[in-house]
């Protein structure tokens, strides 16, 4: 048995793989083309100890730098999105689209622990000076989950009821995705310069910037997703990192695997913020048992398939799911605490004096009308109000002006526009004779969602025909979060939906510019042109981000501007 000093092919441009010894035993068939380019590009750890580096030790501030640099590039590109998405935060100082439900739902439940009910005047009292926040007991029906407004609440606790406090939780979950995004590139395809252009790529992106500088659910949802990708490569190392050495795959037991559970609770919230995270959930499980797998067929084991069901499948299913359900209902407690006395939350009491679960269906099924009481009380009331909050969700199908199919999200077919004010000239510093307007336009950077149309072709090449792990990874991801959507051709959907996709999309693209970089051990002519095609793409996505920036911020420009920025008449 050889071992090599990494569990995963050079990218191109690789400075820094980060090596794990993995054993390659003669099972090992799939990716053993791969490893073998590998083992080439980076000769194994032993050889590289008998053989050291001729060239001195930097000293001083490089070394200092040198040793840091897997950090200071993301953070780098961090405080640069932060700046972005921080920068005038306050302004529009208006409730942008959806935050005239979740910003108040947010402080109804910092206030009462449940979503109370409003007037049709509160938007109005509420951006008033003096400010009037008139806040009713009532209980509410909500339609998602309570926990993305719990996490916009800390923002409002911090810097009180008013656009730049709900908006500061999206703002801050926006930036540190940034960071995670580099790091998160730098483990999944051993180099520093790749990761950090996903992050820089998803810095420039407009529909991440606009979700993170508005107080709305999805860009919450896309940090925990996103983590949660983080925890299963994680995870993933660490396993392969046991393995290592290891002759007999088939009887191995992986043991404690606190990442992979780490996992399930980031996405149990994401789950916790919208319901969509179900499908995330599922294909992320469906992943780590397939590392498992894999995992196990390197080390040796002549029955992968049958070690991975009997060792591996359970202990997944209940790290993954186990501890997604118990933050689910954690993120509940708010709801359920509320049932003290005759108050509470919405339904809050539906079963006080029911024995069943619900009066004749739950999620679209029929139920028997069988005595449950051996379930608590406010658990059957919560299985109730869910049952109804399936109905909502399900059925929703009254007409949007912005409504739009999920075929036509990764083109940017139809933005929505969840901020518009025409500014008439002689206001706002508005000069231009035809007026000005100012908009906020959901629209992911144009170049980088075409080009990202390209990198998932490529990916689904390189993984189908090269049995690439980290192509099947981000395509893993891609498919949990994008396809399902597919099922609700009737229902009123939107495509701001697609930000929790952004990051993976900006994957895609950064290996996609890792190829076109060239592979390493490549003649300098090739880098050389590879450098310069690979350049001009990211300097196009960062131009064509920078064109658009006015409609992504509110920012007053003349109308004529305006129609320049309107290049498909679906976006108007």
Known sequence: MVSVAVDRPAPAGAADPGPVQQPQGPADRRIGEAMTQAALTHPPAVQATAEPDPAPAPRGLLRWAADRSGWLGPIAVALFAGLLRFWNLGYPNAFVFDETYYPKDAWSLLQQGYEGTWPDHANADILAVPQSVPLSSAPEFVAHPPLGKWVMAVGEQLFGLHPFGWRFMTALLGTLAVLMLARIGRRLFGSTLVGCTAALLMSVDGLQLVMSRVGLLDGIQMFFVLAAFGALLIDRDHVRARLAGVTDGDGVRLGWRPWRIAAGVLVGAACAVKWNGAPILAAFGVLTVLWDQSGRRAAGA????????????????????????????????????????????????????????????????????????????????????????????????????????????????????????????????????????????????????????????????????????????????????????????????????????VPFLCLAVAQLLGAILGPAGCSPERRRYGAVAAGLIVFAIVGCFAFFYPLYTAEVIPMSSWQDRMWFTSWI
Do not use: K
């Open 302 to 501: 002549r029955h992968p398939w049958r070690s991975m069901l009997r060792r591996d499948a359970v202990p997944a299913f209940l790290a993954m799911v186990g501890s997604a359900l118990v933050v689910y209902v954690g993120a509940w407690s708010g709801w359920l605490a509320s049932g003290a006395g005759d108050g509470g939350g919405y339904d809050r009491h539906w079963a006080d004096g029911r024995a069943g679960l619900s009066p004749d269906h739950a999620f679209g099924i029929p139920l028997p009308q069988v005595p449950m009481t051996w379930v608590p009380a406010p658990l059957r009331s919560l299985w109730h109000y869910h049952s109804q909050m399936y109905d909502f969700n399900t059925g929703l199908s009254t007409p949007h002006t912005y409504q739009s199919n999920p075929f036509a999200w990764l083109v940017d077919g139809r933005p929505v526009s969840m901020y518009w004010e025409q500014v008439p000239t002689g206001t706002r510093g508005c000069t231009a004779p035809g007026g000005c307007a100012a908009q906020i336009l959901g629209l992911g950077t144009p170049f980088l969602w075409w080009a990202a149309c390209f990198a998932l072709v490529y990916l689904l090449w390189r993984w189908f025909f090269r049995r690439d792990w980290r192509s099947g990874a981000v395509l893993c991801a891609v498919a949990g979060i994008y396809l399902p959507w597919f099922r609700y051709q009737e229902r009123t959907i939107f495509s701001f939906y697609m930000v929790v996709l």
